[in-house]
Structure formats: C-alpha cells, structure tokens
C-alpha cells in the first residue's frame, strides 16, 4: 500500500501554519490524513518559518567584545611589556573585562568566549593565574613604564 504525503496550511489564532500530513486508507478503505510534523508559521510570502524547536545550538560563543579587547591588548603591545604569564595576564584582562567575576568562576567562563581569540592551552591553571596576579603586583611599576615606552 502507498502512502502520500503533503503539506497543509492551517490558521489558528491569527497565524497560518504549515502540517505535513500523511494520507492513508483506514480498514474500511476510507481515506483519512495523519499528521506527522509541524515545520513552522508561514510568512507573508509563503516560506516557513522554522519553529524554535527545530533549532539546536551545540555553543554559544561571546565573540564581538572579547575581539575588540584582544585588539586592544595587542595594539598597547602588552605582551611585549611582560616577561612572564604573558597569556595568562593578557587571558585575566580579557575575561574580567567581558565577564566580571571572581577567579573561581572566570575559569568556568572562560570557556564561553571563542578560542580563536584567546591564544591559551586549555585547561588553565588556577595555581598558573594566581602566579600570574602574583608577577603583575611585583612588577607593576616596570609594566607600567614599558607599556607608556611602547606607545
């Protein structure tokens, strides 16, 4: 036995919706429709529109300001003004600015900015961060000065 199946525009509520619906024949030959999905609202146009349950999102990244802060760092030339914990210092400038919070939770949330503009090994260390914080309090003053040299 074959089966068809088509799509239908219902309305309900104001708004069209698209069904695809499967025609069949019962035990007494009488042709009856089965719905087997909804694909979404129909535009103005006639395209549908994808409900949002359709939609799966695998990650979400913060891309725009962690890449304008990244270019920031880079354009002060920060790196070349530290010796040590280069990535990691330029990593904790970058996560406090785009996601304040305490260390514990900026390395849980590090993970939601887009590797592609933290240059960095994964997993960060905390023990690495808290050296890194441990450097900068020491040699602030150096930093400072080289950082004003290379503007």
Not at 20 to 34: A, I, L, S, T
Not at 126 to 150: G, P, Q, T, W, Y
């Amino acid at each position: 036995m074959t089966t068809m199946s088509f799509r239908k525009k219902i309305r309900k509520k104001g708004k069209v919706y698209a069904i695809e619906v499967e025609g069949y024949r019962d035990e007494k030959g009488k042709v009856r429709h089965r719905y087997l999905r909804y694909p979404g609202r129909i535009d103005k146009n006639g395209n549908i529109l994808p409900s949002q349950c359709d939609i799966k999102v695998d990650n979400v990244f913060q891309f725009s300001l962690p890449f304008i802060v990244a270019k920031s760092i880079e354009e002060v030339r920060l790196k070349e003004a530290l010796t040590d914990y280069k990535e990691e210092i330029t990593t904790l400038i970058l996560t406090l600015i785009c996601a304040p919070s305490s260390i514990s939770k900026m390395l849980r949330r590090i993970h939601d900015i887009d590797h592609s503009v933290i240059k960095i090994d994964f997993p960060i260390n905390r023990k690495r961060i808290d050296n890194a914080l441990d450097f900068l309090e020491e040699s602030k003053e150096i930093v400072e000065h080289r950082l004003h040299m290379n503007l």
